[in-house]
């Protein structure tokens, strides 16, 4: 069993920079890919980033691409999620997701494990 926290996120600005954090337990998250996931009221669950146990590949949802970043600490069990250039469609509750696989997945049903999520404003 892997327990997920999401932090960081917040209220801010159209144009501003949050940063978020997962922080996984169980020492077998270097073994796991990572994924972020958001769901804005009324929309369905999307995929946002995601990376694969040593980092190599870091896939992007297309809206998001060049302003977020994703990236992870095997050693703090934590994954991160840079958000740059926020726009009010960036606003969403932000889930953080664990696959117990080295392949890269990009869809809901691949994640096994799931946080409660953190909720993300921005104002315009």
């Known amino acids: 069993q892997v327990q997920l926290v999401e932090s960081g996120g917040g209220l801010v600005q159209a144009g501003g920079s949050l940063r978020l954090s997962c922080a996984a337990s169980?020492?077998?998250?270097?073994?796991?890919?990572m994924g972020w996931f958001r769901q804005a009221p009324g929309k369905e669950r999307e995929f946002v980033a995601a990376?694969?146990?040593?980092?190599?590949?870091?896939p992007y949802a297309d809206p998001v691409k060049g302003r977020f970043l994703i990236s992870r600490d095997n050693a703090k069990y934590t994954v991160y999620l840079q958000m740059n250039s926020l726009k009010p469609e960036d606003a969403a509750v932000y889930f953080c997701?664990?696959?117990?696989?080295?392949?890269?997945?990009?869809?809901?049903?691949?994640?096994?494990?799931w946080g409660q999520g953190t909720q993300v404003t921005v104002s315009s």
């Open positions: 990376i694969t146990p040593a980092g190599a590949i870091t």
């Open positions: 169980g020492r077998t998250f270097g073994t796991y890919t």
């Open positions: 997701a664990a696959r117990t696989s080295i392949i890269v997945g990009t869809t809901i049903s691949e994640y096994r494990y």
